[in-house]
């Protein structure tokens, strides 16, 4: 298994968003502020 390199998180996260990425939507939807950390 070959380590990521610098640029390979953000060409599969841009990957995953043009396949339509169900967490993309999701981050949109909810309001994350109201939850407390």
């Known amino acids: ?10 060409e599969r996260l841009a990957r995953l968003s043009g396949l ?3 967490l993309g939507v999701f981050s ?3 309001d994350f502020e109201v939850f407390p950390p």
């Open 1 to 10: 298994m070959k380590q990521p390199g610098f640029f390979d998180v953000e």
């Open 20 to 22: 339509g990425d169900q």
């Open 28 to 30: 949109r939807t909810v």
